[in-house]
């Protein structure tokens, strides 16, 4: 089916591991970001990327890794969790960037123990 | 810097009540766009609207109305007749000139409705 999934849905890991969270979005939007969901914050751009090869940072980078080979792929790496990166993170995907609607991924929610 | 601030932190309402959710943005672009998002309990993020600085026309659709006032720097959504399917967390966002690609979000209302 057409839209944007993200894997794994919940993950549970500990401090200094290193996960990798899934975004996959099957709509060839050129625009892709990832988000974190906490209480207080509502969400937090981390991530962003306008094409395959071409990212940039958001509003909390610290301790997040990406990458874009693909246009349908933008994989968020934890090089080393620590528990501030227990969160709710969403990806999400638009045809022409953050002017234009954005669609969101039903939510990873991952827990650094 | 771009800033949205939703003061409301929770509202209740008895089922059929209006509502109104309250948006207030601050932003030094010249264009500039609104949203609004839901959030319901099962957790997805469901778009609702886009409004583009340039637009000041309040737009209603259902049960749903938008009021955008650059004077007041102020993005409300009313919810009339509310029903239980209605109750979410609603988000209010930002976004700046093209190339700008940082989308910022407020904190949040939670709304309950009560039956």
């Known amino acids: 089916d057409a839209g944007i999934t993200q894997s794994p849905r919940y993950k549970i890991t500990e401090t200094g591991r290193q996960v990798t969270l899934m975004c996959h979005q099957t709509?060839?939007?050129?625009?892709m970001f990832w988000y974190r969901q906490d209480l207080g914050h509502g969400l937090r751009l981390i991530y962003y990327s306008a094409a395959a090869d071409i990212t940039d940072k958001g509003e909390v980078p610290d301790g997040y890794v990406v990458s874009r080979s693909k246009t349908e792929n933008f994989p968020l790496t934890l090089e080393s969790a620590t528990r501030s990166q227990t969160s709710v993170y969403f990806c999400a995907s638009s045809e022409i960037g953050a002017s234009m609607e954005q669609y969101f991924g039903p939510g990873t929610r991952l827990t650094v123990t | 810097a771009q800033k949205v601030t939703q003061a409301q932190t929770e509202i209740s309402v008895v089922e059929k009540e209006d509502v109104t959710l309250d948006c207030v943005y601050e932003?030094?672009?010249?264009?500039?766009?609104l949203f609004w998002y839901k959030q319901p309990p099962s957790g997805e993020l469901v778009f609702l609207i886009r409004?583009?600085?340039?637009?000041?026309q309040n737009e209603i659709s259902g049960r749903y109305s938008w009021n955008f006032q650059k004077s007041t720097s102020s993005f409300n959504f009313t919810i009339t007749a509310s029903q239980v399917v209605d109750s979410a967390v609603y988000f209010c966002a930002l976004s700046g000139n093209f190339g700008n690609e940082k989308l910022t979000f407020g904190t949040g209302t939670r709304l309950t409705i009560i039956p």
């Open positions: 932003t030094r672009d010249t264009t500039y766009y």
């Open positions: 709509w060839s939007h050129s625009y």
């Open positions: 409004r583009n600085s340039f637009d000041e």
